[in-house]
């Protein structure tokens, strides 16, 4: 297996393996289809799929930069920053049911993903890119979020 490979695979394993666990921690405790939902707001299969995509384009991303030695600290500071405020925005909203906390979360996380896509850019314009697809379904969960919590308070 080359060197390039195995870089790929653990940048696309990370964010995968990090929203699988987080998943199976918040599986419990989705209540999605019992909430009032906002117009547009897609069916729950919707969403597995969706987040499968995202972490790999967001891995193959963060590989190209790996690959071609464009990570420094600012780099490694955004992405992972960015990936732990993704993460912890489900366990605000599906298990602690902090809806209005998480709406404040998601909208910090936005700002982070459109940092991190001018730090990407500045190093390699494909791995931004392939970045604007989560930015936008980000912008999307936002406003669901907003959605749930005005309609369930």
Request: charged share 10%; aromatic share 18%.
């Amino acid at each position: 297996m080359s060197n390039k490979f195995k870089t790929y695979l653990k940048s696309i394993l990370v964010p995968v393996l990090i929203g699988g666990i987080v998943g199976f921690i918040i599986s419990g405790s989705i209540d999605y289809n019992s909430l009032e939902k906002p117009p547009l707001s897609p069916p729950s299969l919707t969403f597995p799929i969706v987040w499968t995509i995202l972490y790999i384009l967001m891995g193959i991303s963060y590989g190209i930069l790996k690959n071609n030695s464009l990570v420094d600290s600012g780099i490694s500071s955004i992405y992972y920053s960015q990936l732990f405020f993704n993460a912890l925005w489900p366990i605000a909203f599906f298990l602690l049911k902090w809806r209005l906390f998480a709406f404040i979360w998601i909208i910090i996380l936005a700002f982070l993903i459109i940092v991190m896509i001018a730090r990407f850019y500045k190093k390699n314009k494909t791995s931004a890119w392939l970045q604007v697809p989560y930015l936008l379904w980000i912008l999307f969960a936002t406003y669901l979020n907003f959605g749930v919590y005005l309609l369930n308070r």
